[in-house]
């Protein structure tokens, strides 16, 4: 459905990545991962035709619609928030507006006219008539209130702009769509809702996200790219893990084996080079430890974090402890709110964005 071959970005004297040839479709929802800097962004840009590679071609069979999540959210400030997110089916708002435009041409022919009728149909074999009910039920599942849906997107908060882009990029539900970081300003209950929703649909999905748990419900496949190319593991992010470890060990086994294997050679050949009785199978050992390669085992490009929390002094039985504690700014944030927490608990902070 969507094709890459061999596909190189670089930057400068060292290519980012290298004749990286990868097929996406079926249906399947594939996790682009890699540690921060590889290129995720930078190859998901290609495959949605918004940045030239230095080398290779992507390809879309024909008749495939292609949708992408849009980071530039400052892009509509003075377009209704709902016809933001209907744009996001760019057939059928084109369909719209060249209607439009007809009818309201003082001048336009009978010619004119037939055109419009049959952008008419057009629009509504793309659904054109349920597309504004459709594009605020999108809406409300973001967490955007019915109040701003015909507001201009100037209204909306910076960061929620993003989720206006994601109910755009999910409206037409194209044959593929590329989301990149779609759970970024999403609280815990809208990123269950797209995880439901992106379950249900059928498009083949390429999604960059570095929330494991959102992976795991998601995905159907991980394409992981380190040190410049890319490999697919089917399953989600726990079974590339397991399977990524499994394929490790097992190449570390097979090089701790060749190399006793070389030990052995190496100590034959030096124990009867000079002999002459032995020169021959001397020689054929020594032909068989030039044929021996160890396999390249390079650590991961991915930093693991460590982080240690130390104190000065043992903590007193409690923590933190608060009571009474309230707060309002033009409403009540929370009142009369109370804890306790001991030494060594971990707490989660939870709730919709803008609770407090």
């Given at each position: 459905m969507l094709n890459a071959s061999n596909i190189t970005m670089q930057f400068g004297a060292k290519p980012l990545f290298e004749n990286i040839s990868v097929k996406f479709g079926g249906g399947n929802r594939y996790g682009l991962i890699g540690a921060n800097g590889c290129g995720k962004s930078t190859f998901m840009k290609i495959l949605g035709g918004e940045l030239e590679p230095s080398a290779g071609n992507v390809s879309l069979e024909p008749n495939i619609r292609l949708g992408k999540l849009r980071q530039d959210q400052f892009a509509y400030e003075d377009i209704r928030v709902l016809d933001v997110v209907m744009m996001g089916h760019a057939e059928m708002w084109q369909a719209a507006a060249e209607r439009d435009a007809i009818y309201a041409n003082p001048d336009a022919t009978d010619e004119d006219y037939m055109r419009a009728?049959?952008?008419?149909?057009?629009?509504?074999?793309?659904?054109?008539?349920?597309?504004?009910?459709?594009?605020?039920?999108?809406?409300?599942?973001?967490?955007?209130?019915?109040?701003?849906?015909?507001?201009?997107?100037?209204?909306?908060?910076?960061?929620?702009?993003?989720?206006?882009?994601?109910?755009?990029?999910?409206?037409?539900?194209?044959?593929?769509?590329?989301?990149?970081?779609?759970?970024?300003?999403?609280?815990?209950?809208?990123?269950?809702?797209?995880?439901?929703?992106?379950?249900?649909?059928?498009?083949?999905?390429?999604?960059?996200?570095?929330?494991?748990?959102?992976?795991?419900?998601?995905?159907?496949?991980?394409?992981?790219?380190?040190?410049?190319?890319?490999?697919?593991?089917?399953?989600?992010?726990?079974?590339?893990?397991?399977?990524?470890?499994?394929?490790?060990?097992q190449q570390m086994a097979a090089n701790a084996k060749a190399k006793e294997k070389m030990a052995e050679l190496q100590a034959f050949v030096s124990r009867f080079s000079a002999n002459a009785s032995k020169a021959r199978q001397a020689t054929s050992r020594q032909r068989q430890l030039e044929k021996i390669e160890l396999i390249d085992i390079k650590p991961s490009s991915r930093q693991n974090p460590f982080i240690r929390f130390e104190t000065e002094k043992k903590l007193h039985n409690m923590a933190v402890e608060c009571n009474a504690l309230t707060k309002k700014f033009d409403r009540v944030i929370f009142k009369n709110f109370k804890i306790a927490i001991r030494p060594g608990e971990k707490i989660a902070i939870i709730g919709q964005n803008g609770a407090g």
């Open positions: 009728a049959e952008l008419e149909a057009k629009y509504a074999e793309f659904g054109g008539y349920t597309a504004e009910a459709r594009a605020g039920e999108l809406l409300l599942g973001i967490g955007i209130p019915l109040e701003q849906h015909n507001g201009p997107m100037s209204n909306i908060a910076p960061g929620w702009k993003l989720r206006v882009l994601l109910a755009q990029a999910l409206f037409s539900d194209p044959d593929v769509l590329l989301l990149d970081e779609p759970t970024n300003n999403l609280d815990i209950h809208s990123i269950h809702w797209l995880e439901e929703i992106l379950n249900q649909r059928n498009s083949t999905m390429i999604i960059i996200s570095h929330d494991r748990h959102f992976l795991n419900e998601v995905c159907t496949h991980m394409a992981d790219m380190d040190y410049g190319t890319l490999k697919v593991y089917p399953g989600n992010y726990d079974s590339y893990m397991l399977a990524s470890t499994q394929a490790r060990a």
